[in-house]
């Protein structure tokens, strides 16, 4: 079965750092190029970030460039983000997602919780 | 950024109507349009990709259609578990953007 599982979420006082993983089984992870979505509470989604297949190249949105960053490891077959600086704002469900053969989202985690608060 | 508008927010429906959204994007994304179905607590689905294309398991009841700056996402014979929240997204051009979503209701 192809699955996403993202762990390691939580609550963050503002300016803390977090780590989230996602571990990939069911399908060739390395072929893939891999997404974080987030969703705020109560709000639509917002891409966050992107890795390339083979990890090279990266995106981010604005709103979170210079304090997260995305990376892979194709031999664990497992997804990262590392988080720093984080607002108030970053509170959300951050979900993994596979960027599909077809150009959208064909894969989702079921998502973990950040949330940052005093 | 290409800003990506959905409209209405929400609409109510009866099971068996045939409805319709929009979703307009701000300038063109060719076909680059995807749409998703998202359910309480549950994470997104993807139903469709390349503004016209059914993802593979989504029954045919969906459709779309569009291509330059304005989709549509209809349901023929809309069944009680189509209730739910659509949201396109553009992926033309980074950063990826989503519209903020049509939430489906019943009547």
């Known amino acids: 079965e192809v699955q996403l599982l993202e762990s390691g979420g939580g609550l963050i006082q503002p300016g803390g750092s977090l780590r989230l993983s996602c571990a990939a089984s069911?399908?060739?992870?390395?072929?893939?190029?891999m997404s974080w979505v987030r969703q705020a509470p109560g709000k639509g989604l917002e891409w966050v970030s992107t890795?390339?297949?083979?990890?090279?190249?990266?995106y981010y949105v604005d709103s979170v460039k210079g304090r997260f960053n995305i990376s892979r490891d194709n031999a664990k077959n497992t997804l990262y983000v590392q988080m720093n600086g984080l607002r108030d704002e970053d509170t959300a469900i951050y979900y993994c997602?596979?960027?599909?053969?077809?150009?959208?989202?064909?894969?989702w985690g079921q998502g973990t919780l950040v949330s940052v608060s005093s | 950024d290409i800003q990506m508008t959905q409209s209405p927010s929400s609409l109510s429906a009866s099971v068996g109507d045939t409805i319709s959204f929009t979703c307009r994007a701000s300038?063109?994304?060719?076909?680059?349009l995807n749409w998703y179905q998202q359910k309480p607590g549950k994470a997104p689905q993807l139903l469709m990709y390349?503004?016209?294309s059914l993802e593979n398991g989504i029954p045919s009841r969906f459709s779309g259609r569009g291509s330059g700056t304005d989709f549509t996402l209809t349901i023929t014979g809309l069944q009680p578990e189509d209730f739910a929240t659509y949201y396109c997204?553009?992926?033309?051009?980074?950063?990826?953007?989503f519209g903020q979503g049509t939430r489906v209701e019943i009547k």
């Open positions: 997602a596979r960027r599909g053969s077809h150009d959208g989202f064909d894969i």
């Open positions: 069911g399908f060739t992870f390395k072929f893939y190029a």
């Open positions: 890795v390339s297949s083979g990890g090279g190249v990266t």
């Open positions: 300038e063109s994304i060719n076909t680059y």
């Open positions: 390349g503004g016209s």
């Open positions: 997204q553009q992926s033309d051009s980074m950063p990826w953007t």
